[in-house]
């Protein structure tokens, strides 16, 4: 079994920073791609931001493009994602994500990852 801890959430001002950690366990060492999704009250959760473990490629969605960095230590099987200039529609519950066995080339849905977090809250007031 593969396990997920995100930390590094919390409460911050529009247009600060914050840097969420998630450490990897188990078969998600495996794993083909590491990815951030979010998910506000009501909404679908959505793709933020992916990175394959073997070659460091990055992916981001449009709406964090710019804003946010995707990085991954691989000696301590630790995935980051830095947010800069945080606003408000950033505020949402944020999921790390394996993609374990995957072998295809698409990393921005959640079709992919079959190994989930629990999630920690970001949110940013305005």
């Known amino acids: 079994q593969g396990q997920l801890v995100e930390s590094g959430g919390g409460l911050v001002q529009a247009g600060g920073s914050l840097r969420l950690s998630c450490a990897a366990s188990?078969?998600?060492?495996?794993?083909?791609?590491m990815g951030w999704f979010r998910q506000a009250p009501g909404k679908e959760r959505e793709f933020v931001a992916a990175?394959?473990?073997?070659?460091?490629?990055?992916y981001y969605a449009d709406s964090v493009k710019g804003r946010f960095i995707i990085s991954r230590d691989n000696a301590k099987n630790t995935v980051y994602l830095q947010m800069n200039k945080l606003k408000p529609e950033d505020t949402a519950l944020y999921y790390c994500a394996a993609a374990s066995g995957y072998i295809g080339s698409v990393y921005a849905t959640k079709d992919p990852y079959n190994y989930w977090g629990q999630g920690t809250q970001v949110t940013v007031s305005s």
């Open positions: 188990g078969r998600t060492f495996s794993s083909a791609a």
């Open positions: 990175i394959r473990w073997t070659n460091g490629n990055t």
